[in-house]
Nanobody, 123 residues
Framework: QVQLVESGGGLVQAGDSLRLSCAASGRTFSRYAMAWFRQAPGKEREFVAAINYSGGRRSYADSVKGRFTISRDNANNTVYLQMNSLKFEDTAVYYC????????????????WGQGTQVTVSS
């Protein structure tokens, strides 16, 4: 079992940066692959980025590639999403998710979810 708590969301202008954090409980954080998903108003939740248990492999949605960076600190049980050059269309609730070892890009591959943090980008 792992519990996830996101933070770092807020209201920013287009072109700004934000860093989201996801703090995980439990002693076995390093065994979990971690991911960020997001859900915009009126849309389905979509994959944003993922990182495997060691941090050696990462994957990004095409829409954020080159602008967002996922990273993890296994010593502090935290995964991050650095978001640069934010666009209006990045506005969404961002969710942190976890699953054992290797990452996936589909929502139903993840077993544990946080409550989400709102990111609003004004144009």
């Amino acid at each position: 079992q792992v519990q996830l708590v996101e933070s770092g969301g807020g209201l920013v202008q287009a072109g700004d940066s934000l860093r989201l954090s996801c703090a995980a409980s439990g002693r076995t954080f390093s065994r979990y692959a971690m991911a960020w998903f997001r859900q915009a108003p009126g849309k389905e939740r979509e994959f944003v980025a993922a990182i495997n248990y060691s941090g050696g492999r990462r994957s990004y949605a095409d829409s954020v590639k080159g602008r967002f960076t996922i990273s993890r600190d296994n010593a502090n049980n935290t995964v991050y999403l650095q978001m640069n050059s934010l666009k209006f269309e990045d506005t969404a609730v961002y969710y942190c998710a976890a699953r054992d070892y290797d990452y996936g890009v589909k929502e139903d591959q993840y077993d544990y979810w946080g409550q989400g943090t709102q990111v609003t980008v004004s144009s």
